[in-house]
């Protein structure tokens, strides 16, 4: 999975904000028995990462389905 994220922050403030979020994901993730690694690149060349280890065993946890969300502008009656 890669998930971008795209703000109008400057570069200063992207260096301030992105430890705090990769610290908020971090925590959130970390509580889930996966292996992951959060990598943030700011605009200024600045890389914060986070990486968690596989727990053995499957992730029992529930599953999720996907499902396209139609915009209502682009929707047809």
Same mark, same amino acid.
């Given at each position: 999975?890669? &998930?971008?994220?795209?703000? =109008?922050? *400057?570069? %200063?403030? %992207?260096?301030?904000?992105?430890?705090?979020?990769?610290?908020? &994901? !971090?925590? $959130? $993730?970390? @509580?889930?028995? $996966?292996?992951? *690694?959060?990598? &943030? %690149? *700011? *605009? !200024?060349? @600045?890389?914060? @990462?986070?990486?968690?280890?596989?727990?053995? !065993?499957?992730?029992? !946890? %529930? =599953?999720?389905?996907?499902?396209?969300?139609?915009?209502?502008? $682009?929707?047809?009656?």
């Amino acid at each position: 999975m890669n &998930i971008r994220f795209v703000s =109008t922050l *400057t570069a %200063e403030d %992207e260096a301030h904000f992105a430890p705090a979020l990769l610290r908020a &994901i !971090g925590s $959130l $993730l970390d @509580q889930l028995p $996966l292996a992951y *690694t959060v990598r &943030i %690149e *700011t *605009t !200024g060349a @600045q890389v914060f @990462q986070h990486s968690h280890p596989a727990v053995d !065993g499957h992730y029992g !946890g %529930e =599953t999720f389905d996907s499902h396209t969300i139609a915009s209502p502008v $682009l929707a047809k009656p």
